[in-house]
T-cell receptor
Framework: DGGITQSPKYLFRKEGQNVTLSCEQN?????MYWYRQDPGQGLRLIYY???????QKGDIAEGYSVSREKKESFPLTVTSAQKNPTAFYLC?????????????FGDGTRLSIL | GDSVTQMEGPVTLSEEAFLTINCTYT??????LFWYVQYPGEGLQLLLK?????DKGSNKGFEATYRKETTSFHLEKGSVQVSDSAVYFC???????????FGTGTRLLVSP
């Protein structure tokens, strides 16, 4: 079945530690995205990538980093510089950039601080 | 800037009641509009979309019509079920911008 796989489902971070969230898609989509969801708020864009080896900052990129070495993979690293990392992180992909193409989402990773 | 405003929740209904969740938007250009649904502990699922004025998106008994004159995209369902209990997000996307702009979500609670 085609889709987006995020892992792990739950993740805990210690102070000063970097953690990496995995996102893999087998939809053959060019574009991939990372969003952060906080309680009572909509989703906010962290980073996006339109093609392999290229990515751009979204609205809240500080304290995060990404890579796009393969079309199907777009991992997100939450660095120690992100002072408030507790949130639900959602990865998405879309076939292209046109505004009529929807984004498809994974099931998310919930990150908490130990 | 572009924005989406949704009605505050929770919306509490009895099974088989009629549902409306209001959504209005502000956007430059001509956005596409989307409704997503999120069940507890899960990611977002695309529910329906509309890409131009007067388009009606529909799926699983849910409908929404793209109203350019009122900049609205209200979600409706004629008869809700307990299984429809979830958080519903209205979103827009404008050509040339990569991100979806989301509303804050509306929680729907349906009781038997």
């Amino acid at each position: 079945d085609g889709g987006i796989t995020q892992s792990p489902k739950y993740l805990f971070r210690k102070e000063g530690q970097n953690v990496t969230l995995s996102c893999e898609q087998n939809l053959n989509h060019d574009a991939m995205y990372w969003y952060r969801q906080d309680p009572g708020q909509g989703l906010r864009l962290i980073y996006y990538s339109q093609i392999v080896n290229d990515f751009q900052k979204g609205d809240i990129a500080e304290g995060y980093s990404v890579s796009r070495e393969k079309k199907e993979s777009f991992p997100l690293t939450v660095t120690s510089a992100q002072k408030n990392p507790t949130a639900f992180y959602l990865c998405a992909s879309s076939e292209g950039q046109a505004n009529n193409q929807p984004q498809h989402f994974g099931d998310g990773t919930r990150l908490s601080i130990l | 800037g572009d924005s989406v405003t949704q009605m505050e929740g929770p919306v509490t209904l009895s099974e088989e009641a009629f549902l409306t969740i209001n959504c209005t938007y502000t956007a430059t250009g001509y956005p596409s509009l989307f409704w997503y649904v999120q069940y507890p502990g899960e990611g977002l699922q695309l529910l329906l979309k509309a890409t131009k004025a007067d388009d009606k998106g529909s799926n699983k008994g849910f409908e929404a019509t793209y109203r350019k004159e009122t900049t609205s995209f209200h979600l409706e369902k004629g008869s809700v079920q307990v299984s429809d209990s979830a958080v519903y997000f209205c979103a827009l996307k404008v050509t040339g911008f990569q991100k979806l702009v989301f509303g804050t979500g509306t929680r729907l609670l349906v009781s038997p």
